[in-house]
DNA sequence: TGCCAGGCCCTCTTTAGGGCCTT
């Protein structure tokens, strides 16, 4: 015990941008305990709208599939009971908080959880990746995936490995007996040159 | 029909521009 409890979430979209009116189609999530998964959680959503040929190529996810899926707000509740009160974790938070918190509004709801972003922390944890795109982490550190890329649970999994297993690295590089969530958003802030004294004197404070 | 974002981060920087990430 000692560890936080964090849901790993990951958004498949009609677009990039809920401003400009795209929504959210699915939504895959996996609770991690103890550095751990724990539960999941996974639905497609009817958004109202249909996808563009481009996302249905993309996601995989087609117009037909959308047509019987629950709409968006139905799912939008079941997801806000899922995260509970646990710290969010996405790939590129930005993105995947902007369209949670444009959801919860449309359903007059708030976002209570922080986030924190595994491509800011992986860009200070491995400068030398060829790429700090999802896919080409998961290559970069071995992680084991099903295949599947851009479907929401899978790519929640994925990113889930990829959070893992930075924090059990740098419990192992740096003697970190524990790595707090609000670490891993320190690290996402820290310019790179002061990660490795930061986490050196992490090591120290907690001997 | 046509339109289409935002934040990070580097550099030939700060009176800016452009690539990388997310769909």
Known sequence: ?????????????????????DRVIEVGA????????TDRFQSLMNP?????RFIEEYTGISNEMLRDAPPVGDVMQRLT?????????????????????????????????????SLLVARRLYPEAPSHSLGALVNYRKLKTDGVFHRALADAEMTAGLWTAM????????????????????????????????LRKLADEQD
């Open 1 to 21: 015990m000692g560890d936080y409890g964090v849901v790993v979430l990951d958004f498949e979209t009609t677009g990039l941008s809920p401003l400009s009116g």
């Open 81 to 117: 009971a899922f995260l509970d009160r646990h710290h969010l974790v996405a790939h590129n938070a930005s993105f995947d908080q902007r369209f949670l918190d444009a959801e919860l509004s449309r359903l007059q709801l708030r976002r209570k959880a922080e986030f924190a972003c």
């Open 48 to 52: 109202g709208m249909r996808v563009s």
């Open 167 to 198: 924090i059990r690295e740098l419990k192992s590089d740096y003697r970190l007996k524990r790595v707090p969530f609000a670490v891993m958003q320190r690290l996402m802030k820290l310019p790179k040159r002061n990660v490795p004294d930061y």
């Open 30 to 37: 996996v609770l991690v305990e103890n550095n751990v998964v």
